[in-house]
């Protein structure tokens, strides 16, 4: 009897010791990831901020033939100057950063092949939803208004204000968050707002 007890004791004393040990990690983990959100948060405001930059379309190119863009598109040395508000946001890792700007050359893409372009845009963050942090990764959800300005081949603009649900995800890089991805259907909603409404 007093063998059976003592083996009880000792595995309620290792189911203890684990659960304390799993319960301490999990409360340290939430309070690091709630100390990372409002960095986050703020690198993000920034980032969909000077993200307006990167659309609105310099009036050489809007002026191209679509041939011509596409052979511009390609011209790295155009990528590399036109994506310079945005290049502190990426990692140094070239496919990364890659990845990363693939959103912004479609939406320049788009604004070419629809014939309709943004002379400006002003986006800010309305609120925060969900943030989660899992592995070196962070996701952090938005509402985002814009105001923008298009402009028609024809020289008409409009004004387009819209709000939409946004995702920028973030990963650890050597020693630093850095902009992963950008999920974000604001630049094809506006344009299609403008080519419908015109």
Same mark, same amino acid.
Request: hydrophobic fraction near 40%.
């Given at each position: 009897?007093? *063998? ?29 990831? *709630? ?16 993200? %307006? ?84 990764? %962070? ?60």
């Amino acid at each position: 009897m007093k *063998k059976g007890l003592k083996r009880i004791n000792r595995g309620l004393v290792l189911f203890l010791v684990v659960l304390i040990g799993v319960l301490t990690y999990l409360v340290v983990q939430s309070q690091i990831d *709630k100390k990372l959100e409002p960095q986050l948060r703020a690198t993000a405001e920034k980032f969909v901020t000077e993200s %307006a930059k990167l659309l609105v379309l310099p009036e050489e190119v809007r002026n191209m033939s679509r041939e011509a863009y596409s052979e511009y598109e390609v011209n790295s040395e155009y990528w590399d100057e036109f994506s310079k508000p945005l290049s502190g946001f990426y990692s140094n890792n070239n496919l990364m950063r890659e990845y990363s700007e693939f959103w912004f050359i479609n939406a320049v893409g788009a604004q070419q092949n629809a014939g309709v372009y943004i002379l400006s845009s002003t986006p800010r963050v309305l609120s925060f939803g969900q943030f989660s942090v899992y592995k070196g990764t %962070a996701t952090l959800k938005m509402k985002v208004a814009d105001s923008v300005i298009l402009l028609t081949r024809e020289g008409n603009e409009r004004i387009v204000d819209q709000t939409f649900d946004e995702t920028i995800t973030f990963v650890w890089d050597e020693d630093r968050w850095v902009v992963s991805g950008y999920q974000s259907g604001r630049v094809d909603w506006t344009l299609l707002e403008g080519v419908t409404r015109w």
